[in-house]
Structures are given as C-alpha cells and as structure tokens.
C-alpha cells in the first residue's frame, strides 16, 4: 500500500467515525448509523460551526491526497477517493446549503423526538445502553425544544411549521402512550426514570407545537435552493452528470411509459378481483416470511443475483405498541447497521384495514411489493457493510441506493415475479409512475421551475391527490432536494450501466452474466453509478464531466439562488 493509499484510509477511517457522531438525525431508513451511547443531535449555531471547521479540515486532507500521485494508483483507489469527496461535500451542502437545522419546523422535531423513536425500532430485549439513552432522550427534549423554537424565531420557514403542526397532533398524549407501553419491558429503574421525564418532555412538545401554530403566519417564506446550487449537488454529491431539464424529461416519458402500461395491465385483467387484505399484521407477517424465502429462490434459480447463505433476511412484524404512537417520525423499520449486519431487518406493519396509507395497502395484498424494495434495501446495505472496502461501506446520497431498489422492482416484475398476480404487476406499473411524477416536482421546485403552488396543482392533477397531500408533500421537497428524484434517476444510472455491461460483453465475445454485474452494483451499493462506470466498464466518461464542473473545496456554495 502506498503512502497516499494508507493516508486515505487513514482519513477515510477519522471522517466516518465524526460524521456518525454529528450528523443529524434523520427519518429516512438507508442513512441511519449507529450513535455513540449517550448521543444527541446538536443544532445549535455553535455545533453547526464547530462541524464547519472540522469539515474543513478534513477537505483540506482530502484535496492534499488528491494531488500528484494519486493518478497513477489503481481506478479504484481513484474511486474510493471521489466517494469520500462526496461525503463530505453532503455535509457542506446539508450545513450550509439547505441549512434545515434552522428553516425546517419539520427537520427540527426529527431532532427533538427522532431519537426516541430510532431507539424504539431494534426488537427487544432492550439492552442496558439503550435503556439509558432512552431515559437521556427523554430528559434532553424540554432543551431541545427550546433550542428548535430558537432557531425557527430567526429563520423558520412559515410553510413547514405548519406541515410540522400536524404532525405534532395530540403529541403529548401520544409520547405517554409510547412509554407506557414501553416501560413492561424495562428494568424498574428505568421505566421509573421514563415515567418522572414523561411529563414535561410531553408538555415542551405541545409548547413546541403551540408555538409553531402561533408563529407560523409571520415566519419566512419557502426558500428554493436554485438551479446554480441543485447542480452543484449533482455534480458533487449525487455524481449525476445530467443537468435538471434532462432528468424532468427523462422522468415525464417514463411516466407516460408507466401509465399506458398500467392501463392495459388492467384493462387486460379487469374482470379478476383484487388479492384481499391480510386478516391481521401477524398472518401479514406470516406470509411475508414465506415470500421472502420465495423471493430469494426466484431470484437465485433466475440467474439475477447471487443469494450468499449468509446473507440476512428482511421480515415483516406487527408495529409494537410503543412504536405505533411515533411511527409518523420515520420509515417504520430495522435494517439494523453495520456493527448488526447479520442481524435480521424487520418492517414493521399495521393492522390491515381498508383506509391504510399507500405503500401499506399494497404490502398487506402482496408482501413481495414491500420485499423488491425495502426488501432489497435490507440486502443491499448487508452487502456493503460486509465488503472488505470500509470506503464503501458508507451511505453518501439516495441516488444509488434508492436507484438500486426501484431498479430492482422493475427487475423482478420483468423477470416474471408476479406473474401469476396481475393486480400487483400493476401496483409496481403504479409505483413507477408516481416516483416519476417526483422526479418532476422534486427537481422543478429545487431550481425554481415550479412555485409551490405549481407543484401542489401538477400533483393534483398527475396522480391524482388531494391538495392536503400534495400540499404536505410539495413542502418536503423544497426542504429535501434531490431525494425524492432519487428513485428514478438513481434507476436510470442502473440500467444504464447494466446496458452498457452486456453491449460491451457482446462486442468483446464474451458471456453476459447478469448476476455478476447485480452482485458487484449490490456489493458497491453505496457508490454512484457515474464511479461504478468507469470502474467496471473502464469508462469515464461521467467522471470527465464530473470534472468540468471543477473541484468542489475550496470554493463550495455558500448560499441559496431565489425564494418563492
């Protein structure tokens, strides 16, 4: 190894073990690490500017190792190389750019209350450390509500307070509620603890959500990070080298694609009734587990990717009673982490009933629709935490990872997975088209192509949905560019490279093997397919356009372009 390799790892090593430490909480699944016990998430200005500092002097180590020399090691060292420039670059851009810490009403409960639910999602038992960050978690939200209504008085943006009041509906009551149900299973001493913090942790969330109801008229109004600035994080978060215009266009024809496919997926079978609603979560549960087990054959005995007896399960169960009454701060499972990697994930499910949101609705029907995505989340990240390339085993952005699964639903509806279920051939038909409307609205708004009003009315319109809907989930993508175009583009980078793996394959005479280009974009999940090219392929030329947009330290972005 030479010196530039191990400086490298050396970095590498340092940044991951800060980055779990101060990175925000988060509700989405795929980011989630594990915390040092004790852990809180720190927003104030002061931590913001400390993380500053620190980000800066690892992007400095960073650039240094990117001089002269690194060239001449292998593509690989290359591409761990820009990965973890990507990284960091994130934190620039979640610092500095989107500065949620301080706008975002919505992002700031994920700080106050996310803790506790994240600590509620691993199956019991529930082991000594854990219990005692539950009992910090609790204690710390009287402060940490103080400190979001601080940053919101000076920054917050009007429209998110009230996305933000409600979902902080009855939150008091429903904090009791989880740790009531919560305390049976704990030491007595804790749930003594829990019981004394429960009360005030409570009243400081209805303070919180009394404020946001009272403020949010004279709060500021929604802010468009810009067309200047959403490119940037192409370029040097997400690795994506197509420019905004292209991905809407790209994202309007699969729709009509997904459309006219489900229409006559339905036409066709129209006089066939609906697969019925599971009779509870635990036979939902039950089922799953057979699929699962189903699901994984198919995809070994169809040549599409290797199924290493190693390799963890993904299972449904009933939502846990502590869980249910915060279930609304995140995705509602454990896919466990990288110290827990062979640990099975588990989704957790509602009693089935006929008015149940979504993507519920579908699994309760079908399981396998819940197993071709979070499903392969729960694979693919195993995978990366197993590999022996700790560079790789971290998350950058949704852009792969979400790629990968709805890639791999399309995946397996065209290698005959349902076929003998039309009506869930046409759910995944539907799934497509509503990630592709996203894309529309997602990147429209981030460059100011939309007003939030425009976004509103072509979800309205497109999916069809109620302005309520469309108006909570407009709001969440102003506040979170770039991840809800995630899915498709990040598909899109996935059968282009698949495409280009089994065209170059036939012009060299050799074998096409499919399951080896899904196991290595599996194994690789967390890098951007743009690196992946020219890893596998030895084609760079999305790197050469990565590099026309110039470095990205020193000179990140400091600000937002607009407001609408």
């Not at 690892?58 to 591409?79: C, H, M």
């Amino acid at each position: 190894m030479t010196s530039l390799e191990t400086d490298l790892e050396r970095l590498g090593t340092q940044f991951w073990e800060w980055r779990d430490a101060t990175s925000f909480r988060t509700s989405d699944d795929i980011p989630r690490v594990e915390r040092p016990a004790g852990w809180l998430p720190r927003f104030d200005r002061a931590a913001v500017d400390e993380f500053g500092i620190a980000l800066a002097g690892f992007a400095e180590r960073w650039a240094a190792i990117g001089g002269p020399g690194l060239e001449e090691l292998p593509v690989a060292t290359q591409v761990d190389h820009r990965l973890l420039g990507a990284a960091m670059a994130r934190v620039h851009w979640e610092l500095e750019v989107l500065r949620n810490w301080e706008r975002d009403a919505v992002f700031l409960t994920s700080q106050v209350l996310g803790p506790w639910f994240d600590l509620l999602l691993a199956p019991p038992p529930f082991e000594a450390r854990r219990q005692s960050d539950l009992v910090r978690v609790l204690e710390g939200i009287p402060a940490a509500v103080e400190q979001a209504i601080a940053n919101l008085d000076r920054s917050g943006v009007a429209t998110l307070a009230r996305v933000a009041v409600a979902d902080l509906r009855d939150i008091g009551a429903r904090l009791a509620s989880s740790v009531e149900a919560l305390v049976p299973l704990l030491h007595r001493v804790t749930a003594r603890s829990l019981a004394e913090a429960q009360p005030a942790a409570s009243e400081a969330l209805e303070r919180y959500r009394g404020w946001l109801a009272a403020s949010a008229d004279r709060l500021g109004p929604d802010v468009i990070v810009g067309r200047a600035a959403f490119t940037w994080y192409l370029r040097h978060v997400a690795l994506v080298v197509h420019d905004p215009e292209e991905l809407v266009r790209a994202a309007m024809q699969d729709s009509r694609r997904s459309v006219v496919a489900e229409a006559a997926t339905r036409a066709r079978h129209r006089d066939l009734p609906e697969a019925p609603l599971a009779t509870s979560a635990a036979s939902e549960s039950a089922d799953q587990a057979a699929a699962e087990t189903a699901v994984r054959a198919f995809t070994e005995a169809s040549g599409l990717m290797s199924q290493p007896d190693w390799l963890r399960r993904y299972l449904f169960a009933p939502i846990p009673a502590y869980l249910e009454p915060v279930a609304f701060l995140g995705v509602n499972d454990d896919l466990t982490s990288i110290r827990r990697v062979g640990e099975t994930a588990t989704s957790y499910v509602p009693e089935p009933r006929p008015d149940l949101p979504y993507f519920d609705a579908a699994n309760a029907r079908d399981p396998r629709l819940g197993i071709i995505h979070e499903g392969a989340h729960a694979q693919q990240l195993a995978l990366s935490w197993a590999q022996p390339n700790p560079l790789r085993r971290h998350f950058v952005d949704s852009v792969a990872n979400e790629g990968i699964a709805h890639y791999n639903e399309e995946l397996m509806l065209t290698a005959g997975l349902f076929a003998g279920a039309p009506h869930s051939q046409a759910i995944v038909h539907n799934f497509m088209r509503l990630r592709a409307l996203r894309v529309v609205v997602d990147v429209n708004l981030a460059t100011g192509a939309f007003t939030l009003s425009e976004a509103v009315d072509f979800f309205v319109r497109m999916v069809p949905m109620d302005v309520e809907t469309a108006t909570e989930e407009t709001a969440y993508y102003v506040a979170t560019p770039g991840l809800a175009m995630a899915y498709l583009v990040g598909k899109h980078e996935v059968m282009r490279l698949v495409a280009d793996a089994a065209v170059e394959a036939r012009l060299d005479g050799a074998e096409f093997s499919l399951r080896d280009v899904h196991d290595a974009v599996w194994r690789n999940g967390n890098v951007p397919m743009s690196l992946l090219r020219w890893e596998l392929l030895g084609d760079r030329g999305d790197v050469d356009v990565l590099d026309g947009a110039g470095p990205w330290w020193p000179s990140p972005p400091t600000g937002v372009s607009g407001t609408h």
